[in-house]
């Protein structure tokens, strides 16, 4: 049993944060060898219960849920910044090229290893990944979060045409390879596969048809891919898919669209779309850094809300250009203000980070797995410094509510916020 003593985020089922400003949380490790929460709540109301175990005290400090990134690029960790006209000419120039260095097993354990640092200093305690179409870089990744006990989900992308030498793969062999990874990695310790077409424009109908029949033989794998990013982009899949009624319908056809099926973007939506998200369980990752820097457009809140699809936030990194979830929470409050191509909203800080906590879990098929600290949760968590730097300690210092609280984290924060992140399955 481990008891901790500090300021305490966590969230209700309704999605409004629940705060306590002395809080206390225990935990307890399984026969599994995870620590799991047994209790979260006031120090006055609870402390007594748990009286005789040693406390870790944290003054002035905010213990919060483990962010949740629900979609990013290990291999793209030295893409970050790499500036192009647009999505297609990003992937052409720089992101294909580096992604072929993945093809050195030695090159993809180094990249993982300081991805999954990165990550972790920065709060992260499960994303959601792609890996590169090479085998071998699911294995450096897989491999990596295992040893450090991290709940990982990754997958060998799929991309059989329209992709150059080096990362372009071949339609039979890929499908035998995604197979052989699921059996090697899915529900081993906190590891996942994901199924990942990279997009319908880089995938054959075989290759998708392929990868709808393994989701299919494999009901508790996910399933992840972009969508709706960038208008070039939907031009191209639209002209390879004639028969689709809209480029989302391209993947509900190959039957990629299910829950636990995570679809990057989601940007250029209509109703209809909209309705196939929901009506199928899937969710969107919104990634508005990744979106804002590459110029792709604005993800519509309020038509996601008027509809009701399942949506998280996350980095896209590298066409994101920030591994911190609170520079993915500022920018995600940008695009949801962006009132000159939809109507502007402003976001609640409670809602931005619910999207990037339990909300993501939630896309994830993970509520009550991560992403919160409720009673049963996996214990990832970190630990905050609300007084990391002299602005954050001024003005966190001055905030009334809970949400002035939350909005100066969000607009004020970043890595150095982040003075500890504790895993679950950590020895
Ligand atoms: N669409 C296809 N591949 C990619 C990628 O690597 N990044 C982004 N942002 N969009 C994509
Ligand atoms: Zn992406």
Redesign the pocket.
Known sequence: MNVYRAALLRFADDGSAVYESDGLLATERGPDGLARVVAAGPWAALSATYAGHPVTHWPDRLIAPGFVDLHV?YP?TDVIGSPAEG?LP??EHY?FPHESRFADPAYCDAVAAFFLDELQRNGVTTPLA?ATSHPASVDALMGAAQARGMRLITGKVLQDRHSPDGVRDDTEQSLRDTEALIRRWHGVDRLGYAITP??A??STPAQLGGAGELAAAYPDVWIQS?VA??RD?IRWARELFPQASSYLAVYDDFGLMRERAVY??CIHFDDEDRARMRGTGAAAAV?PT?NLF?G?GFFDYAGADRVGFRYGLAS?V???TSFSPFHTMLAAYYVGREGQTKSGLSLSPQHLWWQHTAGAAQALGLAGVVGNLQPGCEADFVVLNPAATPLLARRTQAARTLDELLFALIVLGDDRLVERTLLAGAA
């Open positions: 690029h793209q999505l990003w992937l992101t792609f990279r997009f424009p880089t972009h990013e960038n982009e990057a973007h990634s990744s590459l792709s896209d590298g066409g994101g």
